[in-house]
């Protein structure tokens, strides 16, 4: 199978869609399809798999907490919150659709809500998410292990990840113009195709 590159561009990345196999010495093309048309779901399935492996979308990122709704006069949920090596917290937001909607608008707020966060306060968030997964690890211990001396500077920022099948020119334009504004914002398509139910970035 051949992917053409990627190209990154004030850190939104721009993905030529077309996928192609080789097959009896000549290029075929793997049409792509929706996730809605094959029946893989945001929160149960692409929600579920990335916090395992999240990795995929972004190395170096520690999954603290999935729906994390953790603030008074609100009912908004993050679908993922992470931290960086860096001791960053990461907002991660998803949707299946073909444009990511408002998603950016969302996870602004989302970002500016979760901005204050202390090391002893994240370790509280983390505990309570291994105890949801039935994991045994201490949530202090595998916080500091991971970020280790820039738990000094712990959120100290926020970085945004969006995924999504698709996106707006609109988000895509307000995701470079926020970048240039130096907010850590960065917008990731994710794509099914026809080939063997293959997902790409």
């Known amino acids: 199978m051949i992917m053409p590159s990627k190209v990154k561009h004030l850190r939104e990345i721009d993905t030529i869609m077309a ?9 075929e093309k793997v049409e792509q399809t929706q996730f809605s048309n094959e029946g893989i779901l945001e929160r149960q399935h692409i929600q579920n798999a990335l916090k395992k492996q999240i990795d995929v ?17 609100s009912k908004r949920r993050i679908d993922l919150l992470g931290v960086d090596k860096e ?5 991660i937001e998803l949707k299946r659709t073909e444009t990511g909607e408002h998603m950016d ?6 970002a500016s809500m979760v901005s204050t966060l202390t090391f002893i306060r994240a370790v509280e968030i983390f505990s ?16 500091s292990s991971f970020v280790g001396d820039n738990i000094e500077n712990f959120a100290s920022d926020v970085r945004i990840i969006l995924v999504s099948s698709d996106f707006s020119k609109e988000l895509t334009t307000s995701v470079m113009w926020l970048n240039e504004r130096d907010l850590d914002i960065v917008s990731l398509p994710l794509n099914h195709t026809s080939l063997n139910g293959t997902i790409h970035l």
């Open 19 to 27: 996928i192609f196999k080789f097959n009896n010495d000549s290029f």
């Open 57 to 73: 979308i972004a190395p170096d990122i520690l999954i603290i907490s999935e729906e994390f709704s953790e603030w008074s006069d």
């Open 87 to 91: 001791g960053n917290i990461v907002v």
């Open 105 to 110: 608008l969302q996870a602004i707020r989302y």
């Open 128 to 143: 309570k998410y291994l105890q949801t997964i039935e994991s045994e690890l201490n949530a202090e211990d595998e916080l």
